[in-house]
């Protein structure tokens, strides 16, 4: 089960840092990501991490404002979101998959394990 949290209300400019915890296994040898949905859109890709080796990628919209880490001791991954914009605005969503392949790693359906929501809401 994952655990989504960190959303809020903040302006532009702003900093929030979402936390998606796993409990009852570990991420080991999976790709946790974080996409999201804003109000009359279809889900999109945000972000992902390679458990195992740390690497991490991002969709073009927030390379160099998002940063997603891992700690390995607390079983849970974080997206640090800085300077956000009115266009980050969206329910983001943290998602693990097994034995996912890099050319996968951004498409939802590749997903099997799905945390609740959590809402951004950047102000202008």
């Known amino acids: 089960q994952l655990q989504a949290s960190g959303g809020g209300l903040v302006q532009a400019g702003d900093s929030l840092r979402l936390s998606c915890a796993a409990s009852?296994?570990?991420?080991?040898?999976?790709?946790t990501g974080w996409f999201r949905q804003a109000p009359g859109q279809e889900r999109e890709f945000v972000a992902a991490?390679?458990?195992?080796?740390?690497?991490?990628y991002y969709t073009d919209s927030v390379k160099g404002r998002f940063t997603f880490s891992r700690d390995r001791a607390k079983n849970t991954v974080y997206l640090q979101m800085n300077n956000l914009k009115p266009e980050d605005t969206a329910v983001y969503y943290c998602a693990a998959a097994q034995g996912i392949i890099t050319s996968s790693i951004g498409i939802s359906s590749s997903y099997a394990y799905w945390g609740q929501g959590t809402l951004v809401t950047v102000s202008s």
């Open positions: 991490i390679m458990w195992d080796s740390g690497s991490t």
């Open positions: 009852g296994r570990t991420f080991r040898r999976f790709a």
